[in-house]
């Protein structure tokens, strides 16, 4: 079929229908088209459908480890009236699927979900208005089920694949499509078994470590010791008779070879035989407070209520901190490329932005961005800007040299641990007013923190590591934040989900900074959200009142207290406790418009902290996929719960410290605790992310949690044992 309009032309007297909804819901007139949709309108980008029947699906987000790719394929099932099965989920990939950004901030089933609702939507118009044609029947004597289109009559049935050679998908979607009434869906809602995890349980070779190319060599990079290193001199020759490459541009050093066993030995040969010029440049890991307000600052003004304030009797003040944070996934980043004879680049890479990561290569090294095509391929979980497009422009600077052969590039341990970006360290001063019934009547609210983004791209450069360490290339600028309309990031959840009066609210980025910062799950959210709610604690011990009921009494949200009410139920909240055992609470609503979610924490405090469960309510609106939204939450309680209590990158004056898991410690197997997640479903109310939401609120849980046990406040992240015996010292009369 050729044209963007079904044909609704009938064998009863050519009878015209006024307008054609394909799903029995109304047509609305003039409908917006999903943003992803507008930037990628043909058809043919997202959905391919073969003479087998299978259909493809490509969408511009990426497998992480959180599900997303069963959620979306429940989604397109649904509209398209095929069971899963029928579906073939294609990595995204610059030069064949939709350009979607980033898969990050929560966003991908809000946005990629409705932008396949939309467009699985048309392509069943159309193979709907096919199938009606070769009848002779009319578009709404068509119906779909398990992927078999037949009359109403079920006197006739074909196939998508019987099909697929009369319908041309070179269209653009059309708004005025209407996708399938929720009320009557079948899959979306279900809990769909994930479709990665079979390959991922019996070993099977899914990861871009397993990837083996034609051809394919190995090259590993030697890192600087520290941050602004300058490489002066290295002897090659210590790499011996050894068939390796050696590979110095400027800072950048590398090796190339065919067996790995022997560049990783190369490369360590050549790590002792280099010499640097290195700097004190790092700041005083013990007092990064001083170091974060010290500026030059760029001020993010966010909320300053005007009017009169209601007097204070009394006011209460608290900083809270949190230190640098790694995004320690288990498995190490790693990239691989393949410089092509004509000078065009293809990039496997588990990047959560092909686009981006495209894009920039293609600024780093002066090409064109069409001779570059990037792939998605699967890692260890991601959480936020690691270093996998690091890894990847690693992998096109070894391989430039040798054309036509795939490099892959391994990182090790103690580079993901140094030279990935770090989660910024954060520092809270907030300030409130008592009024004489115990509410609040003022609130201000100051927080500092290096910027959360330095994504490829970012600052007008391509952000990627080694292009700094080139000859002649300029140092990194500091990270900047995302946008506050899209959620922000030194501000993210600086706003209290509360109805408090005079309010003030401002962010303080700084500048300038030797130590690398972006993007680690939540952001800003999750330092501003502990140090709410921790607050929030505070000013209910100073009034005598029930953390619990001091949050209702300033929370007219509805969603925002069934949530509170519901993990507080479950939890068993006001039920006495053991001495040294106490509950917490916290609560939030992800960028002030994503998910609400609360925890309860329940801590045993005695010679050591044990958490002894976590109970969660989440309200993500439509839920998709009911398992998936249980451990996207559950698993960010779980990373939150070892943030909180344990994670922290340690560095001297020159260089970061802490590259083992010795030095930079992380919940272990033994200590995670039990948790239960309560899922409210909003069927009504469009679906949002969930893989964020549960940072915040944990931490502040948790912090509660060990006050009320210990009878002192830490603020100060992590809250080890001994930060803790340091506050009950501190508070000894």
């Known amino acids: 079929m050729r044209g963007a309009a079904p044909d609704r032309r009938g064998r009863r007297g050519g009878r015209t229908p006024r307008t054609v909804s394909v799903h029995g819901g109304p047509v609305v007139a003039g409908a917006a088209l999903p943003r992803d949709v ?14 087998d029947g299978a259909i493809e699906i490509r969408v511009g987000k990426v497998e992480l480890g959180q599900g997303i ?5 429940q989604v397109a099932a649904e509209e398209l009236d095929v069971p899963v099965s029928q579906l073939r989920m294609l990595p995204a990939n610059t030069g064949t699927g939709p350009d979607e950004g980033l898969t990050a901030g ?33 578009p709404e004597e068509v119906t779909v089920v398990d992927g078999h289109l037949c009359t109403v009559a079920g006197d006739r049935c074909t196939t998508f694949g019987a099909l697929a050679a009369a319908v041309d998908l070179r269209t653009p979607a059309r708004a005025d499509v209407t996708p399938k009434d929720p009320r009557t869906y079948r899959l979306v809602g279900s809990s769909a078994a994930r479709l990665d995890l079979p390959d991922k349980v019996s070993g099977a070779a899914r990861y871009i470590a397993d990837l083996r190319l034609p051809g394919q060599l190995f090259g590993r ?36 070879g065919a067996d790995e066993a022997v560049v990783v030995s190369a490369a360590e040969r050549l790590r002792r035989a280099a010499t640097w010029a290195e700097h004190d440049r790092l700041p005083d890991e013990d007092d990064l407070a001083t170091f974060l307000t010290g500026g030059p600052h760029e001020a993010i003004p966010v ?11 009394r006011t209460l003040r608290a900083r809270y901190t949190r230190p640098f944070l790694a995004h320690a996934s288990i498995a190490p980043s790693c990239g691989v490329a393949r410089w092509e004879p004509d000078g065009s680049v293809s990039i496997w890479s588990h990047t959560q932005g092909v686009h981006r990561l495209r894009d920039a290569v293609a600024r780093a090294l002066d090409l064109p961005s069409t001779t570059v095509t990037v792939q998605h391929v699967e890692n260890a979980g991601c959480y936020g800007h690691n270093a996998a497009d690091d890894a990847a422009f690693d992998a096109v600077l070894l391989a430039r040299g040798t054309p036509g052969r795939p490099v892959q590039v391994q990182w090790s341990r103690r580079d993901e641990l140094a030279w990935a970006p770090f989660g910024p360290a954060m520092v809270v001063d907030v300030e409130a007013g008592l009024g004489a ?12 923190s290096q910027g959360h983004n330095s994504r ?7 952000g990627l590591l080694a292009g700094a360490h ?5 140092p990194l600028p500091a990270a900047a934040d995302p946008p506050t309309r899209t959620g922000g990031g030194t501000v993210r959840n600086a706003v209290p989900v509360y109805d408090l009066p005079g309010r003030r609210i401002t962010g303080h980025r700084l500048l300038d900074s030797p130590i690398r910062s972006s993007a680690l799950r939540a952001l800003g959210a999750h330092h501003n959200v502990f140090a709410i709610e921790s607050f929030m604690d505070e000013l209910a011990a100073a009034v005598g009142a029930d953390p619990l009921e001091h949050r209702l009494r300033h929370l007219p949200d509805e969603r925002a207290r069934a949530v509170l009410t519901t993990a507080a139920e479950a939890a068993d909240w006001g039920d006495p406790s053991p001495d040294g055992v106490a509950r917490g609470i916290g609560l939030a609503r992800y960028k002030d418009r994503g998910a609400y979610c609360a925890v309860v924490a329940e801590v045993e405090a005695r010679t050591d902290i044990r958490v002894r469960r976590l109970t969660l309510a989440v309200d993500v609106g439509r839920v998709v996929n009911p398992d998936g939204v249980r451990m996207q939450i559950e698993g960010g309680a779980v990373q939150a719960t070892s943030w909180t209590l344990k994670e922290r990158v340690r560095f001297d004056r020159s260089r970061v410290t802490s590259d083992d898991w010795e030095s930079y410690p992380i919940l272990r197997f033994s200590e995670v605790p039990p948790v239960s997640v309560h899922v409210i479903d909003r069927p009504d109310r469009p679906s949002v992310g969930a893989g964020e939401a549960a940072q915040g609120p944990t931490a502040a849980a948790l912090a509660n949690a060990v006050a009320a046990a210990v009878g002192v406040r830490v603020r100060d992240l992590p809250l080890t044992p001994e930060a803790v015996v340091a506050a009950i010292e501190a508070a000894a009369p």
């Not at 507008?38 to 959905?47: D, E, G, I, K």
């Not at 790719?69 to 394929?73: E, M």
């Not at 909320?303 to 009797?313: L, N």
């Not at 490829?456 to 391509?462: D, E, I, L, R």
């Open 106 to 138: 929560s966003t991908s089933v809000a946005d990629a979900g409705s932008a396949l609702r939309v467009v699985c939507a048309n392509v069943r118009a159309l193979f709907v208005a096919a199938a009606a044609r070769r009848w002779l029947v009319l």
């Open 69 to 73: 790719v069963t959620a979306l394929a």
């Open 437 to 448: 019934s115990g509410s609040v009547v003022s609130w201000s609210f100051d927080v500092w």
């Open 303 to 313: 909320v300053a209520d005007e009017g009169p304030r209601m007097p204070a009797v």
């Open 470 to 474: 080139l000859a002649g290339a300029p």
């Open 456 to 462: 490829p791209g970012y600052a007008g450069v391509p």
């Open 221 to 256: 990079v030697v890192r600087p010791p520290s941050p602004g290193a300058r490489l002066i001199t290295v002897d090659a020759e210590v790499v011996g008779s050894v068939a390796v490459d050696v590979v110095r541009d400027g800072s950048f050093l590398g090796v190339v």
């Open 38 to 51: 507008v930037v990628n309108p043909s058809l043919a980008t997202w959905v391919g459908v073969g003479d």
